[in-house]
């Protein structure tokens, strides 16, 4: 086919077929993603265009299906990385040490910082990659990597900035050895 032939094929399968793929993802996601969702599907099926079957509603449906179960994955994943970004913080402060309060407010910062800040910031300072190896990790340059790392630490350094101090810890005495208010 030629690109008129294509263009003039999905025209038809997307004016035929697009309010039935809506609303599938509405029943399956409701009507805050579906639109994004809907869209997806037509530009997975635009770039497919040669594998778009002569009857191509199941295969829309399959399309948004698999988008919406990777949506459903990384909103698992977002939720996980919130929680467990809260289990720490949450943790940060019950823990002994001299150093517990800086840490509580360094995850408390860091729970507040985009996921591609938190990230970019973890690939260096937690997974000690070089920021040529983070940039692969991310798919870019290593000069857009330190961008945006500058940017994610300026970040960071605001909101922890911005941070309620955590309260000290009881005072003890030495000779009873009890907690004193």
């Not at 639109?35 to 399309?63: K, M, N, Q």
């Not at 990230?119 to 940039?135: F, K, M, Q, Y």
């Not at 945006?148 to 900035?161: G, I, M």
């Amino acid at each position: 086919m030629t690109d008129p032939d294509h263009m003039t094929r999905f025209t038809e399968v997307y004016d035929a077929h697009y309010p039935r793929v809506y609303a599938y993802a509405v029943s399956r996601a409701g009507g805050q993603l579906a639109e994004e969702v809907a869209s997806e599907t037509f530009c997975v099926a635009w770039r497919r265009i040669r594998d778009l079957p002569d009857e191509p509603l199941p295969w829309l449906l399959g399309i948004a299906r698999n988008i919406l179960r990777e949506s459903y994955r990384a909103q698992a994943r977002r939720d996980s990385l919130a929680a467990e970004l809260r289990t720490w913080t949450a943790s940060a402060t019950t823990d002994v040490g001299d150093d517990v309060a800086d840490r509580a407010e360094m995850l408390a910062a860091l729970a507040e910082l985009s996921e591609d800040d938190r990230e970019t910031l973890t690939l260096i300072a937690w997974h000690g990659l070089s920021p040529g190896e983070a940039a692969k990790v991310v798919g870019c340059s290593k000069a857009t990597f330190f961008v945006r790392l500058h940017r994610a630490r300026r970040r960071l350094a605001h909101a922890l900035s911005t941070q309620p101090p955590a309260p000290a810890p009881p005072a003890r005495t030495r000779a009873e050895g009890k907690v004193t208010r």
